[in-house]
């Protein structure tokens, strides 16, 4: 079946390092990838999608690359901040399929001033 | 209201009673996603629904689980005689269209514990 591996956290890092979670999926066809974020005491939210092949998601200085010959949408951003502190979930959705998400266990991330 | 609304909030109840779990997605979303998520994993997929019928239920996990949307829009989540097991944050999710690369809307979720 369809399944989501990410990095297992936590993540600590201080402020300006540059950030890097791996994920990887198996999948048959051609899913669409997404990175959501929750932010301490909000609801969980997009931060960025890809939906095709070679395709880079970004938003808010985090980029994620869809990578079909690796299987991965590893999420990166050069700079972090302390607002950046949340928990990442990397998901997919299957081609053709039901359009429910599919989630990695999530990365904690801590940014330290 | 500006985003997806689940209610109650927290929810405590005994072994072996039924509860109710309410989502109110946002206006003119015809798509309603139901997850579980567990302490420390992410999300697990439970029912989803375009307009009022039930597309994809393979998720719920055993005949305790039920969940309508009657009119299109407020959904609810039923689960019957509650296990300890059962104890999770419960996310409601909608969406405009439900097509696979549109953006779900997640609502801030009803944690329940089961006692």
């Known amino acids: 079946g369809n399944s989501v591996t990410q990095m297992e956290g936590p993540v600590t890092l201080s402020e300006e390092a540059f950030l890097t979670i791996n994920c990887t999926y198996t999948a048959t066809g051609y899913p669409s990838l997404f990175w959501y974020v929750q932010y301490p005491g909000e609801g969980l939210q997009l931060l960025l999608k890809?939906?095709?092949?070679?395709d880079k998601g970004s938003n808010k200085g985090f980029e994620a690359t869809y990578r079909k010959e690796t299987t991965s949408f590893h999420l990166e951003k050069g700079s972090v901040q302390v607002s950046d502190s949340a928990v990442y979930f990397c998901a997919l959705s299957a081609q053709g399929g039901s359009e429910k998400l599919v989630f990695g266990k999530g990365t904690k991330l801590t940014v330290n001033p | 209201g500006a985003g997806v609304s689940q209610t109650p909030s927290n929810k405590v109840t005994e072994k072996g009673k039924y509860v109710e779990l309410r989502c109110d997605p946002i206006?003119?979303?015809?798509?309603l996603y139901w997850y579980r998520q567990s302490l420390g994993q992410g999300p697990e997929f439970l029912i989803y629904?375009?307009?009022?019928?039930?597309?994809?239920d393979s998720g719920l996990p055993n005949d305790r689980f039920f969940a309508v949307r009657p009119e299109g829009s407020v959904s609810t989540l039923k689960i019957q005689r509650t296990e300890r097991g059962d104890s999770a944050m419960y996310l409601c999710?909608?969406?405009?269209?439900?097509?696979?690369?549109?953006?779900?809307?997640f609502g801030q979720g009803t944690r329940l514990t089961v006692v």
């Open positions: 206006s003119g979303h015809t798509a």
């Open positions: 999710a909608s969406s405009q269209t439900g097509t696979g690369a549109t953006e779900a809307f």
């Open positions: 629904f375009q307009g009022t019928g039930a597309a994809d």
């Open positions: 890809a939906t095709k092949a070679d």
